[in-house]
């Protein structure tokens, strides 16, 4: 019983043994490192996506107010070469016409032309510099508009730059941290490689104790068996003889009885004789009273007869 008890906690702590390593075995920490892996990637990618679409878009609107503002521009500048061409053209006219006067009545009349021409191109002048001046506060307010656009949007790509580095910086931390984690991974692999060699070096231990104590417990079985069978025949041996002994009794106490029975019937034979003696004694007793009777019941008839 002692060494069964011994092979069953034996068995007992290598099981919690190999328990205990199978736990430390556990993928759980490297499946969560790599999942937490896994999420980083995917998060930097879609935030550095997410980025470069605003950046491209940023410039894209950017590109396109540039190109409205120089459309913008390239329109004023036709408008004034248009207006430097109207003044020359007025210009040659009033010299060609100067040139070909020839009469004082030609003169007036061409003084008159060129003052309602003159007139005429003060009023479009007006116009076009009041025009000129509109359009002229009207691009100096979108230049400034755009200008505070681009600022703000300079500022917005300032933020997001610094997010996406914030981003960049989390994401080397994080990098860092994984890089920790795979370290401290690898130091828990070796140290389950470790116990994995005491684990094989404890089960050859626990298994040569076993086979030791299996093999001293079929001993002490096959002894026992031996002693077993030993008592056993000495129990057979000792009961047979009290069998015998008790069959001898009973032989002897059959013969006496049978002693006992013969001299019973010898006894009952004697009886029987006896009786049978007796009874014939009896029955001649019976028939000498019975003639005596008759003989005195004659003699009496008689001797009444005779009276």
């Known amino acids: 019983m002692q060494l069964e008890s011994a092979i069953q906690v034996m068995q007992t702590d ?10 430390v075995q556990s993928t759980a920490i490297s499946e969560a490192v790599s999942k937490t892996r896994n999420e980083l990637d ?24 540039e190109d409205e503002l120089q459309r913008a521009v390239k329109k004023e500048h036709k408008k004034y070469t248009e207006l430097f061409k109207a003044f020359q053209e007025i210009a040659e006219e009033s010299n060609q016409m100067s040139k070909s006067a020839k009469s004082e009545h030609d003169l007036r009349a061409v003084a008159r ?7 005429d191109q003060k009023l479009k002048i ?3 510099m009041s025009k000129n001046e509109a359009s002229m506060s009207q691009a100096s307010a979108y230049l400034f508009s755009m200008q505070e656009q681009l600022i703000s949007q300079h500022e917005a790509f300032e933020s997001l730059r610094s997010a996406f580095e914030e981003c960049k910086n989390e994401r080397d931390a994080l990098h860092s941290d994984v890089l920790k984690v795979s370290e401290k991974l690898q130091e828990r692999n070796t140290s389950i490689a470790h116990l994995e060699l005491e684990e094989s070096k404890v089960k050859s231990v626990f298994a040569a104790k076993e086979a030791k104590l299996v093999q001293e417990r079929d001993d002490l079985l096959r002894t026992r068996e031996i002693s077993v069978d030993e008592v056993k025949r000495h129990y057979k041996m000792s009961r047979l ?3 015998e002994r008790e069959r001898d009794c009973l032989f002897e106490t059959t013969k006496r009885l049978k002693l006992q029975v013969t001299e019973l019937e010898t006894a009952q034979d004697a009886k029987i004789q006896e009786l049978k003696c007796t009874s ?20 009496i008839t008689n001797e009444y007869d005779k009276i």
């Open 14 to 23: 290598r099981l919690d043994f190999e328990k205990r390593t199978a736990e």
């Open 42 to 65: 995917a998060r930097h990618r879609e935030e550095k996506e997410r980025l470069e679409k605003q950046v491209v878009q940023k410039n894209e609107e950017i590109r396109v107010k």
């Open 113 to 119: 032309k060129l003052k309602h021409l003159v007139k």
């Open 126 to 128: 007006a116009e076009l």
């Open 241 to 243: 003889k009290g069998m």
């Open 280 to 299: 014939q004694e009896t029955d001649r007793f019976c028939k000498d009273m019975c003639l005596r009777s008759s003989n005195k019941s004659a003699d």
